[in-house]
């Protein structure tokens, strides 16, 4: 009886509409409303036997018991072994189907078995037998192998010293290095938590556009305290450097890679990191690109600075990640100068030179994380140098946190695009995962999203990109929609219309996006410094690849960037196979059309739209589905937390508001080129040209 008054309690305490802060992300373990559903759950988890007493086990076997406790309302008993039935047994034992951290999970003998070779693998399998009872799968002959594709799953933290986080829209850094080491905030572990469930097992905390401060004992010991928080979690800690830190700290009169000193001071700095964190992961390197300093200060190659880090770590088993994400401003002299190919000329002559320990990590286009880009060229061009995935979970170019832009999708895209390197099916995934080139590491890294907002992402919705990062690092081969339907599930609701609704919405959220900012290939044309709102007038910059006219070259007869062998050759730096798809313009796929070419106003496109205006009916109907979206998310009012839903309301109406201003902007601007009419259907912005330029003066003042 006692029993039955507190599970009516616990379903009466979930059913009431509590305000949900968002805080518990994807983990919020409430109880399953139906009896019948939790009780079916309930004949098959009776306890949790545990023959082993390493850390990372100790937590697995910590989060599905208070997991269950939550979902089921019971309090399920860890033991040692069990000799009965209708139980979850961890087993850590060899089994030749799994890698390091892979996992199964079985019916055995009555028994739900996580079998693992490692305690990691056991903390994963935790994890995806928790979803499987959060989503409302059946346990009963559950039978799931699975193994995570690539090695290093990491996110990297642009958060500064300060406090604050380069292209960060949460609030502040989660991590407060003026309390630390002593001061441990709980959220250190939830974040731990919430990385472990998604497969995450590395993160580096500092911006790549690095302060030394990391470099001393001062603050090593801050983040030794991190990494204390997150080692039972799986997760390794890596730093990023300042290259020119030996020289800062003054160990060193200069930081050139090739000097005897600058290699010893590495050496001792790098003894000293694992004295004090002895799992440290490595270095994540910015060198040479934006302003920070490098190896070619002292007429000396990426190689060579890579390679320099590599030796310190040799005795360890940490490696050097180092960005290729550079660009020289081109020659004015150059005809052919173009952002679009400087990191592959930099990076692809060295493959081979680099050490055993050196990743080298591209973003997944070549320009810098617009909201469509054709991947980068040097996925494929480097057979001998393990190539890294960079992904910006952080919406930079994709409306901060006040548009709901679901990230799956252009991560599929990139990882889906074949290379061609080695015939057909050479995608960018199987460079990334190491198959297609038979690479000894593997990473894949997402630029963090994650602030002091009480609910990590700023906009509730973003949890989502977070969450489908992990999900994909792990199984690339996953789909946008099954993430996102799971996402939905352990976040939102459990309702099958509002799932399928919210789904939707997250599934077409990106494309709606690009129509409304970069439609036809567009790209890189938002406000300059802050990559705020439209700026498509924008012709001259501190750097021309910094000004938007650099991107879109629109002129009285058409617009578009022309990259194939009449243009700046960029086209040419892929496979004779993808040059084929983007070639010819009458061939070229829509969505990349004026990356590639120059096209005339008045040209037909395949959908009988003239060029004009299929771009003035892609910023509209870009408006259109925003205003849908809006529509589709009062559907499910009834069945979402108060609190989440008058939010995510809330931010769609400022979207709504903000695609109004890149329609009126980019509609109106590049009307002075056209000199064609917006076409009939469509109603005439409300606002001046001159109106809405102000708008972007206003947001770039001081
Ligand atoms: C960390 C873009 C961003 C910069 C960022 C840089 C990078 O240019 O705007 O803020 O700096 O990429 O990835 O290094």
């Given amino acids: 009886m006692f029993k039955k008054i507190i599970c009516l309690l616990?379903?009466?305490?979930?059913?009431?509409?509590?305000?949900?802060?968002?805080?518990?992300?994807?983990?919020?373990?409430?109880?399953?409303?139906?009896?019948?559903?939790?009780?079916?759950?309930?004949?098959?988890?009776?306890?949790?036997?545990?023959?082993?007493?390493?850390?990372?086990?100790?937590?697995a076997s910590i989060e599905l018991q208070s997991g269950l406790k939550g979902l089921l309302g019971k309090t399920v008993p860890v033991i040692a072994s069990s000799k009965s039935t209708g139980g979850i047994v961890f087993q850590l034992s060899l089994n030749k189907d799994l890698n390091e951290e892979g996992y199964s999970i079985t019916s055995q003998n009555g028994n739900i078995v996580i079998n693992a070779n490692t305690e990691k693998g056991i903390l994963y399998g935790t994890f995806e037998l928790l979803r499987s009872?959060?989503?409302?799968?059946?346990l009963s002959n559950i039978s799931i192998v699975s193994n995570p594709k690539i090695q290093y799953r990491m996110l990297n933290h642009w958060d500064n010293p300060l406090g604050t986080i380069e292209r960060g829209y949460a609030g502040s850094s989660l991590w407060k290095w003026y309390e630390l080491p002593e001061n441990i905030d709980p959220r250190y572990k939830d974040y731990a938590r919430a990385n472990a469930s998604i497969g995450i097992n590395a993160t580096v905390v500092n911006n790549v556009n690095a302060s030394a401060r990391f470099m001393t004992k001062e603050y090593l010991l801050k983040v030794k305290a991190l990494a204390d928080v997150f080692r039972p979690?799986?997760?390794?800690?890596?730093?990023?450097?300042?290259?020119?830190?030996?020289?800062?700290?003054?160990?060193?009169?200069?930081?050139?890679?090739?000097?005897?000193?600058?290699?010893?001071?590495?050496?001792?700095?790098?003894?000293?990191?694992?004295?004090?964190?002895?799992?440290?992961?490595?270095?994540?390197?910015?060198?040479?690109?934006?302003?920070e300093p490098g190896p070619q200060d002292f007429g000396r190659t990426h190689a060579d600075g890579a390679n320099m880090l590599a030796e310190a770590l040799k005795p360890y088993t940490g490696v050097v990640i180092w960005r290729a994400f550079v660009y020289k401003p081109s020659s004015k002299d150059d005809p052919k100068g173009d952002r679009y190919k400087e990191a592959y000329n930099?990076?692809?002559?060295?493959?081979?030179?680099?050490?055993?320990?050196?990743?080298?990590?591209?973003?997944?286009?070549?320009?810098?994380?617009?909201?469509?880009?054709?991947?980068?060229p040097l996925f494929g061009a480097m057979p001998k140098t393990p190539l890294a995935m960079e992904f910006q979970i952080t919406q930079e170019y994709l409306g901060f946190t006040t548009n709901l832009v679901y990230l799956a999708p252009l991560f599929k895209e990139c990882l889906e695009s074949d290379t061609y390197v080695n015939g057909k099916g050479s995608t960018v995934a199987k460079v990334v995962d190491g198959s297609l080139h038979d690479y000894h590491l593997t990473a894949i890294a997402g630029v963090a999203n994650t602030g002091s907002d009480r609910n990590w992402t700023g906009h509730f919705m973003s949890q989502a990109n977070w969450y489908a990062f992990g999900r994909l690092a792990w199984n690339h081969e996953l789909s946008s929609e099954q993430i996102a339907d799971e996402w939905v599930k352990m976040t939102l609701s459990h309702e099958p219309k509002t799932?399928?609704?919210?789904?939707?919405?997250?599934?077409?959220?990106?494309?709606?996006?690009?129509?409304?900012?970069?439609?036809?290939?567009?790209?890189?044309?938002?406000?300059?410094?802050?990559?705020?709102?439209?700026?498509?007038?924008?012709?001259?910059?501190d750097r021309p690849d910094w000004a938007s006219a650099y991107y879109h070259r629109a002129d009285t007869l058409g617009i578009g960037c022309d990259r194939t062998k009449k243009g700046s050759e960029a086209l040419l730096l892929y496979t004779q196979e993808v040059q084929n798809q983007w070639n010819d313009p009458a061939k070229t796929p829509l969505p990349y059309l004026l990356w590639f070419h120059h096209v005339g106003w008045k040209t037909k496109l395949s959908t009988g739209n003239t060029l004009w205006d299929e771009l003035c009916t892609r910023y509209y109907t870009g408006l259109q589905s925003v205003k849908d979206m809006r529509k589709e998310w009062n559907s499910v009012k009834p069945?979402?937390?108060?609190?989440?839903?008058?939010?995510?309301?809330?931010?769609?109406?400022?979207?709504e508001r903000e695609a109004i201003w890149w329609r009126d902007a980019c509609v109106l601007y590049f009307r002075q080129y056209s000199k064609m009419p917006i076409p009939a259907q469509f109603p005439k912005p409300e606002r001046s040209l001159e109106e809405v330029t102000k708008l972007v003066e206003i947001y770039q003042l001081r």
Avoid at 366 to 376: L, V
Avoid at 521 to 529: A, C, E, R
């Fill in 10 to 59: 616990l379903l009466f305490l979930s059913i009431k509409t509590f305000a949900d802060d968002g805080y518990r992300l994807w983990l919020k373990y409430d109880l399953i409303k139906n009896q019948k559903e939790r009780e079916s759950y309930a004949r098959i988890t009776k306890f949790i036997a545990v023959n082993s007493q390493l850390e990372i086990v100790k937590t």
């Fill in 133 to 138: 009872i959060q989503t409302g799968k059946s």
């Fill in 639 to 655: 069945n979402i937390d108060k609190e989440i839903f008058e939010d995510v309301a809330g931010r769609l109406a400022v979207q």
């Fill in 499 to 541: 799932v399928k609704t919210i789904t939707k919405i997250l599934t077409e959220s990106r494309e709606n996006y690009v129509n409304f900012t970069t439609p036809l290939g567009l790209h890189h044309i938002m406000g300059q410094g802050i990559h705020f709102g439209p700026e498509p007038w924008l012709m001259k910059s």
């Fill in 346 to 376: 930099d990076f692809k002559p060295l493959d081979g030179q680099f050490d055993k320990k050196v990743i080298v990590q591209v973003k997944n286009g070549p320009i810098d994380f617009q909201p469509r880009e054709p991947f980068h």
């Fill in 233 to 291: 979690y799986g997760i390794k800690v890596f730093l990023s450097i300042n290259f020119a830190a030996p020289k800062i700290l003054k160990g060193t009169k200069t930081s050139d890679p090739l000097d005897p000193q600058v290699r010893a001071w590495w050496q001792a700095k790098t003894n000293e990191i694992y004295s004090i964190i002895p799992d440290f992961g490595g270095y994540l390197v910015k060198a040479n690109s934006e302003g």
